[in-house]
């Protein structure tokens, strides 16, 4: 494994500070987190696994590596294998070799993959656990103090940017539901003005249309709107 330099290093938690603030969404986030990560660290392969709060389960989100076997999606529970370890103790757990350590749940696929080294570590926004990040070798190393500091720093950045980039997304769903229910709510009025439609009439009118046509309510929405504008030579 190669040692980062410090200029890759700063460049690696500036491109993950500038996707807090982007418009990319989780998938593309997660994708760019594990290349940076997988560069900085110089690893053949970094894997990524967010924290289903409801369920307690990790969930593999993200890896640059090619094969298929390991980009299936699996979970596991906290404490269970390496991954599930470092989540409930959100402690970082350095393997020098993955095959012959019990922890390990998945030997077989490293002796595939012939993956040797693992560091393993947690995401934490202050308390909050995002997920764990991992980086393996295809050679027998020993990961120093500043090796497990360098990526838990990564990987402590790249879980703010997860979690920013989740709550942009929950705020576009919010500000979109928003806006889509003051089209509805108006178009109703003027089906009612326009047709004396009592409320109920209206809005069922809308629904039936929506039905038929296969089209959300919104959109019937905006069609009335719009209809309403050019008779009125707006």
Do not use: H
């Amino acid at each position: 494994m190669k040692q980062s330099s410090y200029k890759n290093y700063v460049d690696t938690l500036s491109k993950i500070s500038k996707a807090i603030t982007s418009d990319l969404y989780l998938g593309d986030v997660l994708k760019l987190i594990v290349t940076l990560t997988a560069n900085v660290m110089g690893a053949k392969i970094c894997s990524l696994w967010l924290l289903d709060e409801k369920t307690k389960e990790l969930k593999i989100r993200a890896t640059q590596a090619m094969s298929e076997e390991y980009l299936k999606e699996r979970t596991l529970l906290l404490g269970e294998g390496v991954v599930g370890l470092v989540a409930k103790e959100r402690k970082p757990i350095a393997i020098p070799d993955v095959v012959k350590d019990p922890k390990y749940k998945e030997r077989k696929l490293a002796k595939k993959e012939k993956l040797v080294s693992m560091l393993s570590v947690p995401m934490m926004v202050k308390r909050r656990l995002i997920g764990v990040i991992n980086c393996y070798t295809t050679s027998r190393y020993n990961f120093t103090k500043s090796d497990i500091d360098l990526l838990s720093a990564v990987a402590n950045q790249a879980a703010v940017a997860i979690m920013n980039t989740e709550l942009l997304v929950k705020t576009k769903i919010i500000q979109e539901e928003l806006e889509s229910r003051k089209k509805i709510e108006k178009a109703k009025g003027l089906l009612m003005k326009e047709q004396n439609l009592s409320e109920e009439k209206a809005f069922n009118l809308m629904r039936k249309s929506s039905m038929d046509k296969r089209v959300q309510m919104k959109d019937i929405a905006e069609a009335i709107i719009l209809s309403y504008e050019l008779r009125k030579g707006k």
